[in-house]
């Protein structure tokens, strides 16, 4: 099952997806919560399609999600190491616990803003 590197205004963590789809926002009811105020209370979906791959859909949030610095419109394939941002909280997709790369370097928490080049303008961990 995926898990996922959040970065928030938390301790940074992992999260093992444990079901088909969890959505991702800022109250009590979703799966995964983030401590972010730009997420919508409902942000994003992470579901699981019949052909086993994972997917992105923003649940119309009002300030938007982007996956690997490209504004997601529509469901979004998610790979391996996929860097997905919610306001300045970063979460990095994984497919399995197995596919975690440890040399991967972390994401930056801050993002001085949305023009920049990439995600390394920020600041890093």
């Known amino acids: 099952?995926?898990?996922?590197?959040?970065?928030?205004?938390?301790?940074?963590?992992?999260?093992?997806?444990?079901?088909?789809?969890?959505?991702?926002?800022?109250?009590?009811?979703?799966?995964?919560?983030?401590?972010?105020k730009r997420a919508s209370r409902q942000h994003c979906q992470i579901r699981r399609e019949s052909d086993d791959s994972w997917t992105l859909h923003d649940l119309k949030s009002r300030n938007g999600t982007t996956v690997n610095m490209n504004t997601v419109t529509k469901p979004t394939p998610l790979q391996d190491g996929d860097e997905i941002y919610i306001g300045k909280s970063a979460i990095r997709f994984w497919r399995s616990m197995e596919s975690v790369d440890p040399n991967t370097p972390k994401l930056p928490l801050i993002l001085k803003n949305q023009q920049s080049s990439g995600p390394n303008s920020g600041q890093t961990m």
């Open 1 to 36: 099952m995926p898990v996922l590197d959040i970065y928030d205004d938390q301790v940074p963590r992992r999260v093992r997806i444990d079901s088909d789809c969890v959505t991702v926002g800022r109250t009590a009811d979703n799966e995964i919560i983030i401590h972010e």
